[in-house]
């Protein structure tokens, strides 16, 4: 079997890539591309993988067939068409884009090209959210009403993620992925969000400000109200719990606990019983983003089987409303109906 030929743009984050890729039987990495090239001197790569610090060089190469773009998301817009039109098949780090206008342009390219266009909201692959989903649908807890997540971290915001407008602080960048998540397991898309935010010790966030703690509402077109709440300032490893009430019964959960895996509780059916996600994280491919391995191998499944993508650019253009309702509210202390 021929091998899907790759290429990876941006090598900080991109080395998780640029690992699966090597991982994968079916992938051969041809070409890494960053401004840096130390980064890509301190990959422990085979002889023979090309190096570019100008990803044109990739686009005009017709001997690949798939590119992850993995650059700060106020450069996922023109990379992306720049790949999807030299025909690359493109994952693309998540969010899809700063502005809905640029994902629209995406949108577009994936649509003229007929490629595929995967977008990175990796947990959406995980066993973790799989098992979540499962119990939503299968009725066992009932209806759902509520969806929460808490995330409780401590990090000190860089460079481009000290900028609101380019998505910056993990409100929005690390944040997507929940809101994406929640909005899956409400089994409605969001209609109203209402968001509280601030600086610590101040009452809220100026247009250009990133709060580093924040509370934001939820209700769902079917009704299901969700809450995700928040602090980058806070020590603590284990930064995660959510969960799912239902009108017969709860989940109650940890996405990285035990083995950054995730393990439940599920109360349903009158009982109590504990779900540990049982996955070997281990060796070379232990990553600390929930589905990673997974949406790696769903990609190749997709080049190479015409499987349907799982999480597509409509995906990306729903969480971009989202981020741009929560921005709004932040701002004008206003609920705001998408
Ligand atoms: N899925 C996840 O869990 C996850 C985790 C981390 C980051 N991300 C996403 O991955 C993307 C990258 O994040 P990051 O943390 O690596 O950002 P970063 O700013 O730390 O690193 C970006 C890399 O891209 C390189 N770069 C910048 N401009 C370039 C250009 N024009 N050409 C080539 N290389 C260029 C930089 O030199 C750097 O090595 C973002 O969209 C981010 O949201 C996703």
Same mark, same amino acid.
């Given at each position: 079997?021929?091998?899907?030929?790759?290429?990876?743009?941006?090598?900080?984050?991109?080395?998780?890539?640029?690992?699966?890729?090597?991982?994968?039987?079916?992938?051969?990495?041809?070409?890494?591309?960053?401004?840096?090239?130390?980064?890509?001197?301190?990959?422990?790569?085979?002889?023979?993988?090309?190096?570019?610090?100008?990803?044109?060089?990739?686009?005009?190469?017709?001997?690949?067939?798939?590119?992850?773009?993995?650059?700060?998301?106020?450069?996922?817009?023109?990379?992306?068409?720049?790949?999807?039109?030299?025909?690359?098949?493109?994952?693309?780090?998540?969010?899809?884009?700063?502005?809905?206008?640029?994902?629209?342009?995406?949108?577009?390219?994936?649509?003229?090209?007929?490629?595929?266009?995967?977008?990175?909201?990796?947990?959406? $692959?995980? #066993?973790?959210?799989?098992?979540?989903?499962? =119990?939503?649908? *299968? @009725?066992?807890?009932?209806?759902?009403?509520?969806?929460?997540?808490?995330?409780?971290?401590?990090?000190?915001?860089?460079?481009?993620?000290?900028?609101?407008?380019?998505?910056?602080?993990?409100?929005?960048?690390?944040?997507?992925?929940?809101?994406?998540?929640?909005?899956?397991?409400?089994?409605?898309?969001?209609?109203?969000?209402?968001?509280?935010?601030?600086?610590?010790?101040?009452?809220?966030?100026?247009?250009?400000?990133?709060?580093?703690?924040?509370?934001?509402?939820?209700?769902?077109?079917?009704?299901?109200?969700?809450?995700?709440?928040?602090?980058?300032?806070?020590?603590?490893?284990?930064?995660?719990?959510?969960?799912?009430?239902?009108?017969?019964?709860?989940?109650?959960?940890?996405? $990285?606990? #035990?083995?950054?895996?995730?393990?439940?509780? =599920?109360?349903? *059916? @009158?009982?109590?019983?504990?779900?540990?996600?049982?996955?070997?994280?281990?060796?070379?491919?232990?990553?600390?983003?929930?589905?990673?391995?997974?949406?790696?191998?769903?990609?190749?499944?997709?080049?190479?089987?015409?499987?349907?993508?799982?999480?597509?650019?409509?995906?990306?253009?729903?969480?971009?409303?989202?981020?741009?309702?929560?921005?709004?509210?932040?701002?004008?202390?206003?609920?705001?109906?998408?």
């Amino acid at each position: 079997m021929e091998k899907v030929r790759y290429a990876v743009v941006g090598l900080r984050h991109g080395r998780e890539h640029v690992e699966a890729i090597m991982n994968d039987p079916r992938a051969e990495l041809v070409m890494c591309c960053d401004l840096e090239e130390e980064r890509f001197r301190s990959l422990e790569l085979p002889s023979g993988v090309d190096f570019t610090t100008d990803m044109q060089q990739i686009a005009i190469r017709a001997d690949l067939d798939a590119v992850v773009i993995s650059l700060p998301t106020h450069l996922h817009t023109d990379s992306s068409v720049m790949m999807l039109s030299s025909g690359k098949h493109v994952l693309c780090e998540k969010p899809l884009a700063p502005t809905l206008e640029e994902g629209l342009r995406i949108k577009e390219a994936v649509e003229k090209s007929g490629k595929i266009f995967q977008l990175g909201y990796e947990v959406r $692959y995980s #066993p973790f959210h799989q098992k979540i989903l499962e =119990i939503c649908r *299968n @009725g066992s807890i009932g209806t759902v009403t509520n969806v929460w997540w808490n995330m409780f971290c401590n990090v000190q915001n860089r460079g481009w993620r000290l900028d609101r407008k380019k998505r910056g602080g993990k409100i929005f960048d690390c944040g997507c992925h929940y809101y994406n998540l929640l909005e899956n397991w409400a089994g409605a898309p969001a209609k109203r969000i209402c968001a509280f935010g601030n600086l610590l010790g101040k009452t809220g966030p100026t247009a250009d400000q990133i709060p580093e703690s924040a509370t934001i509402m939820f209700e769902y077109e079917n009704g299901v109200r969700g809450v995700f709440t928040f602090s980058e300032k806070c020590p603590n490893l284990q930064n995660s719990t959510c969960g799912v009430a239902g009108t017969g019964g709860k989940i109650e959960a940890d996405p $990285y606990y #035990p083995d950054e895996c995730g393990s439940m509780d =599920i109360h349903a *059916n @009158g009982g109590q019983f504990q779900y540990h996600i049982d996955i070997k994280n281990t060796g070379p491919l232990k990553a600390l983003h929930l589905g990673f391995r997974e949406q790696h191998t769903a990609f190749m499944d997709s080049i190479l089987h015409g499987k349907e993508v799982y999480v597509d650019v409509n995906d990306g253009l729903r969480v971009i409303r989202i981020l741009d309702a929560i921005d709004e509210s932040l701002t004008t202390g206003q609920v705001v109906t998408l």
